[in-house]
């Protein structure tokens, strides 16, 4: 089993964020893997491990990138693949998948395991405008596999209304949410073999990848700017007897926030 | 010139929400809306549509289509494109908008802009605002180059105006076949007359804090008594205490409802960014460092197990 993992580094959504002049300050940023990725390359890890076959990395992202795919090697990732890349800030879910597609052309695999959603953008549209652009079935948000074998999957989809437990035929691009797995952590031994792990250079032009398809002249939206979110004012604060400290916080409820008028 | 194409969804047989505040919203901005519908044994909710101001239902009642596909609806929503001349596609983003809104933009070339919470549209232009990181960032943008303008809605944002269904003027659409290599086994319906997340104007949810599944059973009859969802933190999911369909957070569902209680919940920053739009934030954790706490209007300090029977008599007195 041939399996792609796309992955996204990404700065790390858990530390404070800071925003000034309508873009987010650079400095003080810590970059991870995406969580969701993580947890796409925790499953891929899991089939091979029960199949055979390889994980193999992809990014897209400028030379700070490969310090994400030497994680992900370490974590168990057979290779990796570096489009290098220095455009993100302009370049949309659409130009990256369009990126991603061209990388992937006349490449074997069976499956490409994708994150959800990146944690930066939170946008979702990567990995399906990806798959419609290969041709190939998806199923997004799944939260449980089983019966994987070299010809088809089972994947079990978290829907609106109702868990699908729907067979796919591979190859298809799958992406999962992260109730699937918890993403194991690289061992000592692990991020020294990573050193010596093949790890494969694109250039955009290499793979026929033209200026007017990266950057903002590949995307479709544009972000004008970025802002902070209203915060939420002052809240108020009880501590005591809770027989007491509901009730006063009941009556707030009722006469501030007009709560069950 | 401007036509919107707004992709209804159905639950039980009816409308959702989150369609009926898409369509009021066309019709606030004067926009001309057509609507897609697709379901089993759903034609009737046409007329429905047609109340909340759609010129045109473009209608697919097939057994086939009972639950969501990728496959089937990309190409539904694409006929109805074609046919009723869109050059706007609007969905929600909901499970089935999230997976459909990047696939139907990618069939017409275009981009999409996601899960936006607020946006107007100029001539044939849509800006728009949306969270990311996390929530901890607002983005604003927009479409830079022409064509198709497809984006996805998040729930809660706009309100729906209550109006009666008219007869709709509908138009069959072939029914499509779906993907030759995707199979439905089976579908896990978890049945219950119970209030939907994102949905909600009332939400109840449980922490690690409950404990188990006793917990929840504790805290469980506050939201029915409120008439409230019932939700939950991914801890309580994952350790299998709640069903999945009751988590809340980016994993889960994103909710705003009016008034949301977190009870047993520390606040996991995947949790905040999922429920901090919620208009009051009502929290009772026993740690007062819980980062829950930087977003509450009013945070009780204290056991769950000792405030949730108050907060019941409370409400009760309310009530009566």
Request: glycine share 8%; with cysteine.
């Amino acid at each position: 089993m041939e399996i792609i993992v796309p992955i996204k580094q990404v700065p790390d959504v858990a530390l404070n964020i800071k925003v000034k002049d309508g873009d987010v300050v650079e400095e003080g940023l810590s970059y991870v893997i995406s969580s969701w990725d993580e947890t796409a390359l925790e499953a891929a890890l899991q089939i091979t491990e029960d199949l055979g076959g390889e994980v193999t990395l992809l990014t897209i992202g400028p030379d700070k990138a490969v310090e994400s795919l030497r994680k992900g090697l370490a974590m168990g990732a057979h290779k990796a693949i570096h489009v290098k890349y220095d455009d993100a800030k302009q370049t949309d879910s659409f130009a990256y998948a369009k990126i991603l597609q061209k990388v992937l052309e006349g490449r074997e695999y069976d499956l490409i395991l994708a994150g959800k959603q990146a944690q930066d953008t939170d946008a979702g549209l990567t990995a399906p405008m990806l798959a419609e652009f290969l041709g190939l079935p998806q199923v997004t948000n799944i939260i449980r596999f089983s019966d994987v074998s070299e010809k088809n999957i089972t994947l079990y989809r978290k829907g609106d209304h109702a868990t699908e437990v729907l067979e796919m035929e591979l190859p298809g691009v799958v992406t999962v949410n992260d109730s699937l797995n918890e993403p194991r952590l690289a061992s000592m031994r692990g991020i020294m073999m990573a050193k010596k792990k093949p790890l494969e250079e694109i250039e955009l032009d290499a793979i026929g990848v033209s200026a007017d398809m990266s950057g903002a002249q590949g995307s479709m939206t544009e972000t004008l700017q970025l802002d902070k979110p209203e915060s939420r004012k002052e809240g108020k604060c009880f501590e005591g007897d809770e027989a007491d400290t509901v009730k006063q916080a009941m009556e707030f409820l009722v006469s501030e926030a007009k709560f069950l008028a | 010139m401007n036509k919107i194409l707004i992709v209804a969804e159905v639950k039980n047989g009816e409308i959702k929400k989150n369609t009926l505040e898409l369509l009021s919203f066309a019709k606030s901005q004067g926009l001309e809306t057509d609507a897609v519908l697709s379901g089993s044994g759903i034609a009737e909710q046409a007329d429905v549509l047609a109340g909340q101001g759609a010129s045109t239902v473009y209608l697919a009642d097939d057994a086939s289509l009972e639950i969501y596909n990728t496959e089937q609806y990309t190409s539904l929503v694409t006929d109805a494109v074609q046919q009723s001349g869109a050059t706007q596609v609007w969905l929600s983003s909901s499970e089935l908008g999230r997976d459909l809104c990047p696939r139907l933009a990618a069939r017409h070339g275009v981009g999409a802009l996601s899960d936006v919470t607020q946006f107007e549209v100029n001539a044939d232009q849509i800006t728009a605002q949306r969270p990311c990181m996390s929530t901890k960032v607002i983005q604003k943008c927009k479409f830079s180059k022409d064509g198709l303008r497809v984006i996805s809605i998040r729930s809660g944002f706009f309100t729906a105006e209550e109006t009666a269904p008219t007869k709709a003027n509908t138009v069959n659409l072939p029914i499509p076949a779906g993907h030759a290599k995707i199979k439905v086994k089976e579908v896990q319906v978890e049945v219950s007359d119970e209030v939907e997340l994102n949905e909600a104007s009332i939400i109840v949810s449980a922490g690690r804090g409950v404990g188990g599944t006793e917990g929840c059973d504790f805290v469980k009859p506050l939201a029915t008594e409120l008439g409230a969802a019932f939700g939950a933190s991914r801890a309580v999911c994952d350790a299998g205490w709640l069903p999945h369909k009751h988590q809340v957070g980016q994993t889960g569902t994103m909710v705003t409802p009016d008034f949301y209680f977190a009870l047993g919940i520390s606040g996991a920053i995947q949790h905040l960014a999922g429920m901090s739009g919620s208009k009051v934030i009502v929290a009772v954790n026993k740690d007062p460092d819980a980062p829950i706490f930087k977003v509450t209007d009013y945070g009780i300090v204290g056991d769950l197990f000792k405030a949730v029977p108050v907060l019941r008599e409370e409400v009760a007195k309310i009530n009566t």
